[in-house]
């Protein structure tokens, strides 16, 4: 069993983002709770798909297939890839998920562009992932290469972005961060941003998040990720 009860925790994080939207000015059907349902065991998320919740969010292509493949047709059923793509996983990615929030590179822009010509049918909805603290060892665009990016998909392979996703440096202050990737988000004429997860996503709400990305805070600790698992 979970130390955590997973539809209880549900039930109180979203009654936390209903408040937290609420003291924004803010109205609480703005925001979508995507529950991160990567490394957690079926024992956790089951109760909560039977609970009524259909958004979530996994980081690894193969491990999202393992769990969702034979699941596609719950109805209503959202999954969104919150992890890095590979370009050699874009065709089983562009398969299973409804929504790649990662979108990082030129590269990857012409893999989906690609795959959308070769297959004839609709891609997943992107967001395109900011490197707001501009780690070296993080996924993402800088801030000051975003609006070229997007500049780029849009004109040069047709691919329509509709949001921006950032995850913050660990030791700073997320409210920067978030502020930031809004501020890009409102130049470039975007109306969603994934930001936030268990720790700070009532600051994300404050800052305008439409997408908070929650893990632990739901489905209790994570199992360590698979050693043999390449990244996705
Ligand atoms: C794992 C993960 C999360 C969830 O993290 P928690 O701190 O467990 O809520 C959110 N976003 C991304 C990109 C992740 O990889």
């Known amino acids: 069993m ?11 994080l979203l009654d936390r983002i209903g408040a937290a939207a ?5 109205d609480p059907g703005e925001i979508t709770l995507t529950a991160v349902s990567k490394q957690q065991p079926w024992d956790a998320i089951g109760p909560v798909l039977a609970a009524g919740h259909r958004v979530f969010g996994e980081n690894r292509v193969q491990e999202a297939q393992g769990r969702w493949a034979g ?9 969104r890839l919150i992890g890095p793509l590979q370009s050699n996983k874009a065709d089983d990615a562009c398969a299973l998920f409804d929504v790649v ?20 049918g609709p891609l997943p909805r992107l967001f395109v992932q900011v490197n707001t603290g501009e780690e070296p060892q993080k996924a993402g665009v800088t801030p000051q290469d975003a609006d070229g990016f997007l500049r780029e998909a849009r004109e040069v ?7 921006l996703m950032c995850i913050p440096p660990q030791e700073e202050e997320p409210a920067l961060h978030f502020a930031l ?7 470039n004429g975007l109306a969603r941003l994934s930001m936030g997860m268990s720790d700070d996503y009532e600051t994300a709400v404050r800052f305008g998040a439409t997408h908070v990305r929650i893990g632990s805070a739901l489905f209790g600790a994570r199992a360590p990720a698979p050693a043999t698992a390449t990244p996705s």
């Open 22 to 26: 609420r003291a924004a000015g803010r």
């Open 71 to 79: 699941r596609r047709d719950l109805p209503g059923l959202e999954l």
């Open 181 to 187: 990737l809004r501020k890009i988000a409102a130049r």
């Open 101 to 120: 929030e990662t979108v990082d590179r030129p590269k990857l822009l012409r893999t989906l562009a690609e795959v959308r010509d070769r297959t004839g």
């Open 2 to 12: 979970p130390e955590l009860d997973p539809v209880f925790a549900r039930a109180q």
């Open 157 to 163: 392979f047709g691919l329509e972005v509709e949001g």
